[in-house]
T-cell receptor, first 115, second 114 residues
Framework: GAVVSQHPSWVICKSGTSVKIECRSL??????MFWYRQFPKQSLMLMAT?????????EQGVEKDKFLINHASLTLSTLTVTSAHPEDSSFYIC???????????FGDGTRLSIL | AQSVTQLDSQVPVFEEAPVELRCNYSSSVSVYLFWYVQYPNQGLQLLLKYLSGSTLVESINGFEAEFNKSQTSFHLRKPSVHISDTAEYFCAVSERSSASKIIFGSGTRLSIRP
C-alpha cells in the first residue's frame, strides 16, 4: 500500500530555534499534502493544505508566518516551525493523497518538544 | 460544514468481549466516512471506510462499521476484542465533492483488560 514517511519522528530543541519536518510520499505522487497538529489526548486539527507548486491554504487561526509550508515536488512537503516556543510543542502529522477523491495516507508523526 | 461526534472518550472492555464505538456525524451534503486507528506515538492507519454501495463495511482484523443515513451514524463494532486492539480510534468524515479534506472526531480510547 501507499507509504508516507515523516522525518524526524522526535525532535527536542531550545526555544527560539526553527525546526523543519519533512513529509515524503514514497511510492506515489502526492498532489496534495495535509499537515495536522494533535495535542495530548485530543483529535487531529488540520493546520493547512498544500498542493504541489502552489501556496498552502491555512486553516483559520493558524499563523502562516509561524508554520511555513513548502510543497516543491510531488513527493515532498516540509513544515517549518519558526522561532519555536514551548507552546508549539505537539505531535505533528502529515498526510498525502494522489487525487482529490483518493483516501489520505498518513505519516507516523513527529513529536516536537520545545524546551 | 461537517462535524463528527464521538460521545465516548474512553471505552474499557474485557478481552474477548464485544465492543461498539459510537460515531455520529452531521452534514448538509453527501459524505464519505472513515474509521482510523492510532497506536501510541504513531500516525493514523485507515481501519475502514464507507464510500458507496453496501452500508456494512469490514476491516481485515475483524472490525466492522455500518453506515446508517437516517440516524447519521457510523458505529464501529467488533464481536470479540484482543489486547492488541488497545488504541485510539477516530471517526472521520469528508465531503464527496471535496473528498480530500477530512474532519476528525475527538477520538475514543479503547482499553482492553485481560
Amino acid at each position: 500500500g501507499a507509504v508516507v514517511s515523516q522525518h524526524p519522528s522526535w525532535v527536542i530543541c531550545k526555544s527560539g530555534t526553527s525546526v523543519k519536518i519533512e513529509c515524503r510520499s514514497l511510492d506515489f505522487q502526492a498532489t496534495t499534502m495535509f499537515w495536522y497538529r494533535q495535542f495530548p489526548k485530543q483529535s487531529l486539527m488540520l493546520m493547512a493544505t498544500s498542493n504541489e507548486g502552489s501556496k498552502a491554504t491555512y486553516e483559520q487561526g493558524v499563523e502562516k508566518d509561524k508554520f511555513l509550508i513548502n510543497h516543491a515536488s510531488l513527493t515532498l512537503s516540509t513544515l517549518t516551525v519558526t522561532s519555536a516556543h514551548p507552546e508549539d510543542s505537539s505531535f505533528y502529522i502529515c498526510s498525502a493523497t494522489g487525487r482529490s477523491n483518493q483516501p489520505q495516507h498518513f505519516g507516523d508523526g513527529t513529536r516536537l518538544s520545545i524546551l | 460544514a461537517q462535524s463528527v461526534t464521538q460521545l465516548d472518550s474512553q471505552v474499557p472492555v474485557f478481552e474477548e468481549a464485544p465492543v461498539e464505538l459510537r460515531c455520529n456525524y452531521s452534514s448538509s451534503v453527501s459524505v464519505y466516512l472513515f474509521w482510523y486507528v492510532q497506536y501510541p506515538n504513531q500516525g493514523l492507519q485507515l481501519l475502514l471506510k464507507y464510500l458507496s454501495g453496501s452500508t456494512l463495511v469490514e476491516s481485515i482484523n475483524g472490525f466492522e462499521a455500518e453506515f446508517n443515513k437516517s440516524q447519521t451514524s457510523f458505529h464501529l463494532r467488533k464481536p470479540s476484542v484482543h489486547i492488541s486492539d488497545t488504541a485510539e480510534y477516530f471517526c472521520a468524515v469528508s465531503e464527496r465533492s471535496s473528498a480530500s479534506k477530512i474532519i476528525f472526531g475527538s477520538g475514543t480510547r479503547l482499553s482492553i483488560r485481560p
